[in-house]
Each structure stands twice: as structure tokens, then as C-alpha cells.
């Protein structure tokens, strides 16, 4: 398997760290948007080519991606277009999480170091589940979104696509956070968060709405 991380940043080091603690090969490379960085290493891995050759990677001879990118609609953005060229998108699990077997995982998936995930979970497409966090049981994350470090989902929990759940925050059971919605980091949810709004506090409280995820423009940049 001949594997690509689209990302060389913070969050593509921590992809790369979990493909090497968990004894997978190494990626053949990184992609980077920013060209100042071709023909770089990134910790011993080179940056092989510029985002704008994703079309090219299959002639090459790369068939799998993972796309290492924090900003949860980038991310699902590249995703796309990984798939519409014919790559394949794997998973990174470090070793040291805990995954349920009843646990249902999409692609292009990155569960940290420490991150629970238990019984009868649905994880979709493209989610972070950051080092620490909790997924309780029969919870739902939706595509593209992001839980942060240590942050809690209790039982029956359903995060919608793209949302962010910041570092340190708790939800308690049976909430629906909504789409593209952000919990800032240590708010303790006690209700339903509306799609698109910030909520942020103990108890969480709104503050602001935001404008709805924009669709995937043809090209994208990490």
C-alpha cells in the first residue's frame, strides 16, 4: 500500500506518529499546499508534492490518503477529491486507544492516543477524535467533525457533521449538537446546541450563530 498524508502540519506529524505506533509503514510522503515546503522533511518524511497534484498521485503509484488537516470542511473538502481521483482513504488508530468491537468507523478516521470510543458508536467519514476524548456508548459523529482533547461525550450523544467539541468540554447524555456548531473548550452542554452556533461556559450558554459550511470549491488549499 503506497500511502499519502495530505497535511504536513501539527496535525499531520500526529497522524504520522500514529502510523508509526501503531507499526504501520511509513507514508511514501507528504502533500502540502504550501510550496515552500517541497522537497522538505517532516520528520523524516518528505513532502513529495503540492496539493494541487492530488490528480497525479494514482500515476505515481499512490493508491490510500489520509487527510491531516484540523479545519473540519478543508479536511471533508480534500476527502472529496481523494475519492473523485480514485484514492482510497485509510484510518489512522493509534495503539493506545480503545475502540469497541461494536464500534462502527467510516474513513479517513484519526483516534488519538488515549481516545475511547465504546459500545455501539457510529463514527462517519473524516472525524477527529482527539487524544483523551470519550465517545460513550451509542453516541454518533457525524461526518467531518472534530472532538477535541479530553473532551466527553456521554451515552446517546449525536454530534452532527462538522462540528467542533473544544478541548476539556462534556456533554451529557442523549444531546444532539448540531451542525457546524462549536463547543468551546470546558463548557459542560446541558441541552441541545443549535446547528451553526457557538456555545461556550458552565452551563453552556450561546453567544453566536455562524454561516452555514460552504460547499467544496474545486480546489482547496491545506
Do not use: W
Request: hydrophobic share 50%; net charge neutral.
Amino acid at each position: 500500500m503506497q500511502t499519502v498524508i495530505i497535511g504536513a502540519g501539527g496535525h499531520g506529524r500526529v497522524v504520522l506518529d500514529i502510523f508509526r505506533q501503531a507499526h504501520q509503514a511509513d507514508p511514501v510522503g507528504f502533500i502540502d499546499a504550501n510550496p515552500d515546503l517541497l522537497g522538505t522533511r517532516v520528520d523524516g518524511v518528505e513532502v513529495i508534492a503540492p496539493a494541487a497534484a492530488i490528480g497525479s498521485l494514482a500515476a505515481r503509484g499512490v493508491d490510500s490518503a489520509i487527510v491531516a488537516i484540523g479545519d473540519n470542511s478543508t479536511r471533508n473538502m480534500y476527502a472529496q477529491t481523494l475519492r473523485a481521483h480514485g484514492l482510497r482513504l485509510v484510518n489512522a488508530i493509534h495503539p493506545k486507544s480503545n475502540v469497541a468491537d461494536t464500534a462502527l468507523l467510516g474513513q479517513n478516521v484519526v483516534i488519538a492516543a488515549g481516545a475511547m470510543v465504546c459500545a455501539h458508536c457510529r463514527i462517519a467519514d473524516s472525524v477527529i477524535l482527539n487524544t483523551g476524548c470519550i465517545v460513550d456508548h451509542e453516541s454518533t459523529v457525524g461526518r467531518a467533525a472534530h472532538i477535541c482533547p479530553g473532551a466527553r461525550l456521554a451515552g446517546r450523544v449525536t454530534v452532527d457533521d462538522f462540528a467542533f467539541v473544544g478541548i476539556g468540554a462534556t456533554i451529557i447524555q442523549c444531546l444532539t449538537i448540531g451542525r457546524a456548531s462549536v463547543v468551546g473548550a470546558g463548557a459542560v452542554v446541558l441541552q441541545d446546541v443549535e446547528p451553526f452556533t457557538t456555545v461556550v461556559g458552565v452551563p453552556a450558554r450561546a453567544i453566536r450563530e455562524s454561516a452555514p459550511v460552504a460547499a467544496a470549491p474545486a480546489a482547496v488549499a491545506v
